[in-house]
């Protein structure tokens, strides 16, 4: 099935994701939203999204996901994550998927991602999914302490509204068939492949209820989404949700 994607383009907006929402009503959906000047953009657990207004991309496609149950809305998060990195790819940039949806290049961070369902019953009704890639901005203000962007990484300068269509392309392509538990099933083997510090190796993390620091290994992504990690000392497998674990660079 081929669907047309609308896009809206804001001069300025306080936040993508927040305007998406309260024009939910209005809305033709599939579409994708940039805001040129994203002024109060929104980030995980509560944190500011800094965009220096005109040079990277800031955006929210608005999409229902059709078949996807709210059980199984982590696959939305490995969909994202798996266009945004093949679109980089497209552009020369090998970039890796930090769990659960932060996208890296080597240690730093080159793209943010803010995905919101609204759930209707036991349907996904509408995703709005936040999309902040950092492209022409070179030098970075707030306290995020590892951004990067394509710009710095490539030394080109990219013509952000072309970008902008190959990427919104590139990820609502992997929504038409997210209905089918088999092409789920292959995203999710894509995903495992595809992460940062998944390659077996020891790294330092942070179990948040605990305080506590250890050295492990990425055993496992659920479907679901849970991380589960081999405490290297003791072998133990503690098994995560979002906001119980952090990576330590
Ligand atoms: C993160 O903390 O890593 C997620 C950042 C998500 C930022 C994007 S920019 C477009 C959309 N609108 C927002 O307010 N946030 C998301």
Redesign the pocket.
Known sequence: MKREIHYIILPEVG????WAREHSAELQLPVAIR?VA?M??????G?T?E?EPGKNL???IVLKPEGVKPSEQFSISEVVALGIVKYLLTRGIDAQIKWPN?IYVGDR?IC???IENSLFGSEIERSII???LNVNQTEFLSPAPNPVSMSQLTGREYDLEEEMYSLVKEIEQKFVRIGDAGDRFWHHLRYKAALWRGDEGVYLFRDIKGDRRYEGTIADVEPEGFLSVRDAATGEIRKYSFKEVEFIL
């Open positions: 936040s993508t994701n927040t805001g994203q109060s953009g929104r980030g995980q657990r944190n999204w965009a800031t955006i929210s932060d961070k943010g991602i803010l936040g999309i902040g």
